[in-house]
Every structure is written in structure tokens, then in C-alpha cells.
């Protein structure tokens, strides 16, 4: 049953009462369709339709499909690889399992056109550790899909040969970040490569040519497929085309994964009308909109977006957190950002301090260790907001956290240093009076913390 205001592209059979993983369902309900349309035409003609769509990435960054497709070398003469990227592991993200142990075959097909337009002919699909019967659905779909010729030698009498194989992480959320995940797909410790030289595309597995993207995306492409590049352009808003799944967690009645043209509903219409409003009666107070990575947006606090005018120009605009568009673009100007569409949702009741000890918990356990700003400083934040949480801070806690987080932000390889700092620059930012408090009453009982120096001494002698 669909929620109201949504639109099922990715999402339309699944849940429906009958409707199975196997390949008889999928054919059925006319799978595989799109993939003997692509295999008729011209490559460069699918990605062009993969651009017209204006098709963006929905595993966090927002980067155009078409666009990434394009940079492959046209001089190339290395193997291209496709890699599926299934491991989902940004805390309140949800939706890619969702397609994983529901509608395989749908992955499955957008892979092999994905593969047919950039000239690869293999491809994988990293899964999350913790997917096992994932990765068990998607391997027996796989197997379904050779039986068809759907996959493997000259696909459908086309001369076209592809292999899809699933790999199975150990559960390292810096396996998401896509050169991390090619390391890990090597063989080796998940150290993200620095880029620049190291852009997938270029130098991607085994440094040849490489294409991630995310499960959603990648089951876009059938749709577009189907429908053509402009008439998929006409969801959603220009700039934020196509549907978008929502995972919604947190304080509300509904919680649940949901689907909508990118933009045609505002955070208030998702929390109340979808979602069926804060449980318990109680009182908004803030949301993360985009993954536990993404910034907190306060309730009650008014934001500033451009609107375009009927003539053209631009216009500023005072909106609340409820009028916020769930968009890619209103997001950002807000200062957060859409994200893998983990929409977390907080009630009154919630202590932000908390919050942010929790997700600085997950951060630090999850750091590669690779660059020392994240290495050390998602572990120094991780302990301050604990002594935080249990009475055991200072006064001056709160300046320390942000000098951490700042120091942090900016300066490592890959993004996670951004996506361990954020939250505690967004928590302290919009909820300042509640680490102030907490540190005031630590230190109220604790008093100034006492440094012994003679045994910092000993240490360093020790040392030396």
C-alpha cells in the first residue's frame, strides 16, 4: 500500500501481495524488457539518455550518472569494470536492502544495461557484511539470470558477453566510500586512494577504468531505459529529477521506507501526512535529513533559500524545517545535504548531547585509521561527549569538541573526516545551551581536571 503523495518507480511491486523474488515474477511484470531494448542500441546513445534524465547519484553524494559514465577515457584500451555499491552502511539508511531482498532481478537488469553502455563486461556487487541473505537472494537471482542467457555469453544473441559476481564486505562502513571499496574488492585494507590521480574512472580495479554507483541509481536506469531521458526528467524538479526512496526512523507514528518525485513534498508533509506525525503527542525538535553523517536541522529555526520567480530571477525566501522541499539542492542551501536519504527524526525528548555520543561511537569505531586528523580526532570526540554523557566533563568540553571537529574537516583523504566531523559541528552549533549545560554541571561537581606532571615527565623520558 502506497503512502500518500508517492510515486513507485523503484518501489512498485514491491511489498505487493504475490509479488516474489524469483524470475518467473520479475518476467511476468515485464523484467528484462528494457535490457533486449538497450542491447539494440547504441552505446553512446544510452548514456546521452542516462544524461537527458539528469539522473543523480543516490548513495550520498548527488553526482550526476551520466556525467560519471562520460569519464571514462574514449582512448582507453583497459578492461572497464562496473561496481555495484550495496554496502549500505550510513546509519538510518535502509532502502537499498529493501530492493536487495525484494526486487533483485531489477539490479540485476539495470547492471547489464549499465554494463552494455560503458563497455564492461564484468561487474560486482559489494554487499554489506551484514546482508547475508542479501547476498543469498541476489546470488541465486544471478544464477536465474545465466539460466535466461540473461547473463554470460552473447546475451540474448546480441555478441554481447557480461559476468556479475557478489562480493561480500566484512561490515566496514569505509568500504561505502568508493575507492576504499575498490581496495577492499582488491584484497586489501580499505585505505581510500587520493584523488586527484585516483579517480575510478581512470585508475578505478586494477587500475583500469572503473564505475561505482549505488544499488538505487543503478536501478534507475531501466527505468530510464523505458521511459526515455526527458519524459524521466519530467519527475521531480530541474536539477533533482526522478523519484527518491526515503528511510524514516526515529520519533514518528509511520516509520518505514517511501518513495517520491525528488522534491514534491516538504519535510512536514513526510513527518505529518506520510509518517503520520511525532509519536506520542510530543514535539519536533529536530531532524537529520540525509544519514547520521549529514547536518541536524533545528526546529523552530527559519533558513534561507533562493526561489526562482515566474520571471525568471531569483528571490530570497524565509522557510521553517517543516517547509523544507526534500530536494537535493534546497537541502544544501539549508547546510545540510540529501544524502543516502536517511531521514532520522527527533522529538522533544531527545537529549542532543546523547545523540551526538552515539553517532560519535559509531564514527570512531569506523575510521579506517588511515589519516590522523580522523584517526585521533574521531576518537577525542568520541571521548569527550562520553565523559559528556556521564558527568565527567569540563567547562571548556564544548570549545575542545569543535576545535576537534574543525580540525578534522577538510584535511583528510576521503570524505569521512567530513562525515564524522559535521555532526559534531551541527549539534553544537544548533543545540549550543544543552553541551553547555551538561559541561557546567560536570564540572560543577568534578571541578577543574588536575594534570600530574611529573608523571607526563616520567612518560617522556621513558620515550625518549
Not at 552494455?116 to 544471478?142: D, T
Not at 587500475?207 to 531521458?229: D, F, Q, Y
Not at 578534522?408 to 551541527?426: K, L
Request: glycine share 10%; aromatic share 8%.
Amino acid at each position: 500500500m502506497t503512502a500518500p503523495k508517492e510515486t513507485r518507480l523503484i518501489l512498485e511491486h514491491v511489498d505487493q501481495p504475490g509479488y516474489t523474488t524469483d524470475i518467473d515474477c520479475y518476467l511476468r511484470h515485464g523484467g528484462y524488457e528494457q535490457l533486449r531494448k538497450a542491447l539494440t542500441m547504441q552505446r553512446a546513445d544510452i548514456i546521452n539518455e542516462v544524461k537527458t534524465s539528469g539522473l543523480r547519484g543516490r548513495g550520498g553524494a548527488g553526482f550526476g550518472c551520466g556525467l560519471k559514465w562520460s569519464f571514462i577515457p574514449p582512448t582507453n584500451t583497459k578492461p572497464v569494470y562496473l561496481i555495484c555499491n550495496a554496502d549500505e552502511s550510513e546509519p538510518g539508511t535502509f532502502k537499498d536492502r529493501q530492493i536487495i531482498h525484494k526486487d533483485p532481478h531489477q539490479l540485476i537488469e539495470g547492471m547489464i544495461i549499465a554494463c552494455y553502455a560503458n563497455n564492461a563486461h564484468l561487474a560486482y556487487i559489494y554487499i554489506r557484511g551484514e546482508f547475508p541473505l542479501g547476498a543469498k537472494i541476489l546470488n541465486r537471482a544471478l544464477d536465474e539470470a545465466r539460466a535466461h542467457n540473461f547473463l554470460g555469453k552473447n546475451i540474448l544473441g546480441s555478441g554481447f558477453d557480461c559476468e556479475i559476481y557478489v562480493h561480500r564486505g566484512a561490515g566496514a562502513y569505509i568500504c561505502g566510500e568508493e575507492t576504499g571499496l575498490i581496495e577492499s574488492l582488491e584484497g586489501k585494507r580499505p585505505y581510500p586512494r587520493i584523488k586527484p590521480p585516483y579517480f575510478p574512472a581512470v585508475f578505478g580495479l586494477y587500475m583500469s577504468p572503473t564505475i561505482v554507483n549505488n544499488v538505487e541509481t543503478l536501478c534507475n536506469v531501466k527505468h530510464i531505459i523505458r521511459m526515455g531521458g526527458a519524459e524521466y526528467a519530467k519527475l521531480g524538479k530541474p536539477n533533482n529529477t526522478g523519484t527518491r526512496i526515503l528511510c524514516v526512523s526515529g520519533d514518528v507514528n509511520k516509520p518505514g521506507y517511501y518513495e517520491f518525485e525528488v522534491g514534491s513534498l516538504t519535510l512536514g508533509q513526510l513527518i505529518h501526512d506520510v509518517c503520520g506525525g511525532i509519536r506520542n503527542g510530543n514535539r519536533l525538535k529536530a531532524v537529520i535529513p540525509g544519514g547520521s553523517s549529514a547536518k541536524v536541522l533545528r526546529a523552530g529555526e527559519k533558513y534561507k533559500i533562493k526561489e526562482k520567480q515566474s520571471d525568471g530571477t531569483l528571490a530570497d525566501k524565509e522557510i521553517t524545517l517543516e517547509d523544507i522541499p526534500m530536494d537535493f539542492d534546497t537541502l544544501a542551501a539549508v547546510g545540510s545535504m540529501a544524502g543516502s536519504g536517511g531521514v532520522i527524526v527527533m522529538d522533544h525528548t531527545r537529549d542532543m548531547v546523547e545523540v551526538l555520543a552515539n553517532i560519535n561511537e559509531f564514527y570512531a569505531h569506523e575510521s579506517c585509521g588511515q589519516c590522523t586528523p580522523c584517526r585521533e580526532g574521531s576518537l577525542w570526540m568520541k571521548k569527550i561527549t562520553h565523559r559528556l554523557t556521564h558527568g565527567q566533563g569540563v567547562a571548556n568540553d564544548p570549545a575542545v569538541l569543535k576545535s576537534v571537529a574543525d580540525n578534522i574537516a577538510g584535511r583528510t583523504i576521503c570524505a569521512f573526516g567530513e562525515a564524522c566531523a559535521w555532526p559534531t559541528q551541527s549539534f553544537l552549533a544548533k543545540f549550543p545551551e544543552e553541551f553547555e549545560q551538561a559541561a557546567k554541571m560536570a564540572s560543577a561537581v568534578n571541578g577543574s581536571p588536575k594534570v600530574d606532571h611529573s608523571k607526563a615527565h616520567d612518560s617522556a623520558v621513558a620515550l625518549a
